[in-house]
């Protein structure tokens, strides 16, 4: 809680203007005006945003701004991503990761590194040899042992947090995921990652990334790797939760038994891309037929103009309930962080639908705070 001024407020109490707690709970908000939601939460875990190129190469644009005033964590969309990184092998692009872990640490943010293996977003080289022709699993291995050596290394001491492994545990609860990685290279070059990243930055904390973190059988794959891991002296340090969730999914006591599970193994959990989907869920529609009809966009993109106020209510106690749940586990959860800050570039406004218009994250298309941050800074105040 920022410092009351305390005489000031027990003489408007006395005077009968409002009540102790309300002229508290007013402060509490002034005070975060000029500060932000990383303040608010300060005692509980760290507070982050995604960050592309644009939003930092002048810090003195109002976005650049505001991330330095709400945050105290930053993670690149796509600027460390393999294929954006070192589209030709051996080319690493550093200019813009190296303005982000600048722009981090001139405003003293943990940094997250986003992300070492991942079966999206490659270079078009890393699977073939110059043949064309499949690449071998020791050449593959090496690759990867090459970027992460590079890039982890390169940020040593700076770079805090690092996604190592994204998306590897398969959709359909069968183990792992079908890639390129696994089928060249087997299981092994996950743990190979850990182990390398961890030669790289001893200190730095080592996560394991995923989605739809509610699914049983997800978590229970997960939870025998963390075992396998911990027993063998793979260095696994924590679980991200990416956070892709929406105004009715997923299931709560679900989500909430997943947070216990990694909680029980010892592990800390990050919140990794949090956002808020608000739009009519469009499954059921497949294909590329969904952007194409008129009457079905209609029908899936109804807010153009503007959020209905029930929708934007719905919004902010959906963001109240999963901070409410963070709270209840502040003792596992080290950080929460939004994927983007604003509506306007968001993923969501083209995921899993081209040119929609959506409101999943707590700053609108003006970069004002929502009602949904409000809400947040409330639960605080009390
Ligand atoms: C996944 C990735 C992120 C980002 C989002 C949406 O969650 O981990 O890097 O690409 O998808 O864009």
Known sequence: MPRLGRRRFTTLAAAGVLGLAQLRARAFHQAVAQTGLKDAFKDDFLIGTAVDGRTIDDPSTPLAQLVAREFNAITPTNLMKWGPLEPREGEPQWAGPDRLVAFGAAHGMTVVGHTLVWHSQ?????????????????RLLKRIETRIRTLVGRYQGRVAIWDVVNEAIDEDEKGWRQSPFLNIAGPEYVERAFQIAHEADPKATLL??????????????????????????????????QGHVGLEYPDFAEYEKSLQAIAAEGLPVHITELDVDVLPRASGYTGAEISTNFELSERLNP??????????????????????????????????????????ESWKNNFPVRGRTNYPLLFDRELKPKAAHAGLIALKAR
């Open 303 to 344: 807010w153009k103009t503007g959020l209905p106020p029930e929708i934007d209510a719905r919004l902010t106690a959906r963001y109240r309930q999963l901070f409410e749940l963070f709270l209840k586990y502040r003792q596992t959860i080290a950080r929460v962080s939004t994927w983007g800050t604003f509506d306007g």
């Open 122 to 138: 490659t270079p078009r080289w890393l699977f073939v040899d110059e043949q064309n022709a499949p690449v071998s699993k020791e």
């Open 208 to 241: 394991y990334n995923d989605y739809n973190e509610h699914n049983p059988g997800r978590r229970r794959f997960l939870v025998d790797v963390i075992r396998d891991y911990k027993r063998r002296g793979v260095p696994i340090h924590g679980v991200g939760f």
